[in-house]
């Protein structure tokens, strides 16, 4: 069986139906033949998104709850601090693939199709994806599956591991405006190691252990150190745990292409286009301002096929250069942590962390940090051969 569309989305996870649901917001688009392959269906509540940005964005409607002022503790610095631009917001994916869906199901012309990918090459001008029952031809198509990921390993990558526990306490124990956004007063035995909480009322919280290390844990050491926070940390005797996940994200030094075909058919989303951020595990926002701009691009009949800006160079450098230290232990990520929530405005930091600050945030960051673990690790990334 082969079949034409005009764009194919490999992959339903969040990348491709983001992709998705702004190309059904362009009236012109939004008309285009569009196919969805993926071989299981997107409808559970598998895993939750936080993100910060300072204007409304294309899904406020389905943000559970947002954090004005946020937390940050360490064995060495303790910072409460009130946002005045940014606002740190949490989407479950449950609302948000039902959110999507239920935008396509306005649409005849978009169709979706439960079966695997075997390979996805570009014909001619032409991109064609091959499954186990068929075979789909498209202009682009925009691919998230792992098809194309580089290698990684040890020496180039660690690992962006949680285990989160939505909880409801018998009483009101929680300040639901105020998020922690990393506790790194645990044991650090594996690496990076610190605890988000993120109330959504008085009685409910996500509580997350996270990792950045080589391996992932057994999942009786998760459970414990969930356990032993929320008992002593938190102090929260009585509680039942409605809600459970678990997740490992790449934070890698490989090299992701944005695309591929000698006609740019090719279009990578998402991890598989490089774009889960390489020195914090954060996906969703930059998810989305990559597939804005792909439609964007589209609707001037341009080439959706487009490397990373001189900006987004500098970042990616950033990134390189903090993966490095943490790759290679010169400098713990507490240490790290602790001296830029130390010794810079914390909105600052975000905005860094998303890319979006100027040159003088940037160059308080990077004073503030010790100066000779991060020269020697950036200046590894001018090295010919480094991954």
């Known amino acids: 069986m082969k079949e034409n569309f005009d764009y194919i989305i490999a992959g339903s996870g969040m990348a491709g139906l983001s992709l998705l649901y702004h190309l059904l917001q362009d009236e012109v688009l939004s008309k285009k033949d569009i196919v969805v392959i993926d071989p299981v269906n997107k409808n559970t509540n598998d895993r939750t998104w936080c993100f910060w940005e300072k204007e409304p964005g294309p899904f406020d409607a389905i943000v559970c709850q947002q954090w004005q002022t946020l937390q940050f503790f360490s064995h060495d610095v303790s910072r409460e601090f009130k946002m005045k631009e940014y606002r740190y917001k949490m989407i479950q994916s449950g609302d948000?693939?039902?959110?999507?869906?239920?935008?396509?199901?306005?649409?005849?012309?978009?169709?979706?199709?439960?079966?695997?990918?075997?390979?996805?090459?570009?014909?001619?001008?032409?991109?064609?994806?091959?499954?186990?029952?068929?075979?789909?031809?498209?202009?682009?198509?925009?691919?998230?599956?792992?098809?194309?990921?580089?290698?990684?390993?040890?020496?180039?990558?660690?690992?962006?591991?949680?285990?989160?526990?939505?909880?409801?306490?018998?009483?009101?124990?929680?300040?639901?405006?105020i998020g922690t956004l990393m506790d790194f007063r645990l044991n650090q035995q594996h690496g990076t190691t610190f605890m988000y909480v993120l109330p959504t009322s008085s009685t409910e919280a996500l509580v997350e252990y996270t990792l950045f290390s080589p391996e992932t844990l057994k999942e009786e050491d998760y459970i414990s150190e969930l356990e032993k926070y929320?008992?002593?940390?938190?102090?929260?005797?009585?509680?039942?745990?409605?809600?459970?996940?678990?997740?490992?994200?790449?934070?890698?030094?490989?090299?992701?292409?944005?695309?591929?075909?000698?006609?740019?058919?090719?279009?990578?989303?998402?991890?598989?286009?490089?774009?889960?951020?390489?020195?914090?595990?954060y996906t969703f926002q930059f998810v989305q301002k990559h597939v804005a701009n792909v439609v964007n691009r589209l609707k001037k009949n341009q080439s959706p096929a487009v490397g990373p800006s001189l900006h987004e160079k500098m970042f990616h450098w950033y990134d390189m250069t903090l993966l490095d230290v943490l790759l290679t232990n010169k400098l713990s990520g507490e240490q790290i942590f602790s001296s830029l929530f130390g010794k810079v405005a914390p909105e600052s930091i975000l905005a860094f962390l998303a890319n979006e600050s100027n040159f003088w945030e940037e160059l308080k960051i990077r004073n503030s940090v010790p100066v000779l673990p991060f020269v020697t690790s950036g200046m590894k990334q001018f090295l010919p051969g480094k991954p």
């Open 96 to 177: 948000f693939y039902a959110h999507v869906l239920k935008e396509v199901e306005k649409y005849s012309n978009v169709v979706f199709r439960n079966e695997k990918i075997a390979a996805i090459e570009e014909k001619g001008n032409k991109a064609v994806v091959t499954t186990d029952a068929g075979e789909y031809t498209g202009t682009y198509v925009f691919n998230s599956t792992g098809l194309f990921h580089p290698v990684m390993n040890k020496e180039n990558t660690l690992l962006q591991h949680f285990m989160g526990w939505f909880i409801k306490s018998s009483t009101p124990v929680f300040n639901s405006e």
């Open 230 to 281: 929320i008992s002593e940390r938190l102090q929260i005797s009585e509680y039942e745990i409605t809600h459970k996940e678990f997740g490992v994200i790449p934070m890698s030094k490989a090299r992701f292409k944005r695309y591929l075909g000698e006609e740019k058919r090719i279009i990578n989303l998402g991890t598989a286009g490089g774009f889960t951020k390489p020195s914090t595990g």
